[in-house]
T-cell receptor, first 114, second 111 residues
Framework: DVKVTQSSRYLVKRTGEKVFLECVQD?????MFWYRQDPGLGLRLIYF???????EKGDIPEGYSVSREKKERFSLILESASTNQTSMYLC?????????????FGSGTQLSVL | AQSVTQLDSQVPVFEEAPVELRCNYS??????LFWYVQYPNQGLQLLLK??????LVKGINGFEAEFNKSQTSFHLRKPSVHISDTAEYFC?????????FGKGTMLLVSP
């Protein structure tokens, strides 16, 4: 089975801190995605990547950046965390562009910004 | 542009009763539709998908969905639910390069 691992289940940070959320997949998938999940708003796409060193903006990229230096790892960066970035963050991967609809998700990181 | 509307934020139901979770979509490209399920404290997993062919799609755990082009709907159904089906269910439509998810429907199954 594909495994998508997010480094932290819960994270508490202070306003203004730089925050790194890490995601690793073990099945050589080309595509990786970062979503945030908020009650009543569902999942919203922040950034995605089709290949190493490539990135594309999703629907809500403001306040975030990403890094993909290796195929298996996709990092989400909050340059200066704010309270409105308190949320559940979900990482996902898929095999390649033709298969991108089958997403495999990590268990999520619940980030609280105080 | 693509969008998904899940008409109910919560659906309470008793165990062994039938259930329908409603989803309507709009899409400017070929229509590919999905249902994902999220159990408590877990990530999402694919329940079923419609890409082409038969409009009735069967998925895991006894769920099925019917694609209705004229009504732009893709409702999820199960004839008899179990307590273990308590979860949040997300409908999604494929866009040009990614999936667009609905806001989710929480299915609450009680004894």
């Amino acid at each position: 089975d594909v495994k998508v691992t997010q480094s932290s289940r819960y994270l508490v940070k202070r306003t203004g801190e730089k925050v790194f959320l890490e995601c690793v997949q073990d099945m050589d998938h080309e595509n990786m995605f970062w979503y945030r999940q908020d009650p009543g708003l569902g999942l919203r796409l922040i950034y995605f990547s089709y290949d190493v060193k490539m990135k594309e903006k999703g629907d809500i990229p403001e306040g975030y950046s990403v890094s993909r230096e290796k195929k298996e790892r996709f990092s989400l960066i909050l340059e200066s965390a704010s309270t409105n970035q308190t949320s559940m963050y979900l990482c996902a991967s898929s095999l390649n562009r033709g298969q991108y609809e089958k997403l495999f998700f990590g268990s999520g990181t619940q980030l609280s910004v105080l | 542009a693509q969008s998904v509307t899940q008409l109910d934020s919560q659906v309470p139901v008793f165990e062994e009763a039938p259930v329908e979770l409603r989803c309507n979509y709009s899409s400017s490209v070929s229509v590919y539709l999905f249902w994902y399920v999220q159990y408590p404290n877990q990530g999402l997993q694919l329940l079923l998908k419609y890409l082409s062919g038969s409009t009735l799609v069967k998925g895991i755990n006894g769920f099925e969905a019917e694609f209705n082009k004229s009504q732009t709907s893709f409702h999820l159904r199960k004839p008899s639910v179990h307590i273990s089906d308590t979860a949040e269910y997300f409908c999604a439509v494929r866009g040009y390069s990614t999936l667009t998810f609905g806001k989710g429907t929480m299915l609450l199954v009680s004894p």
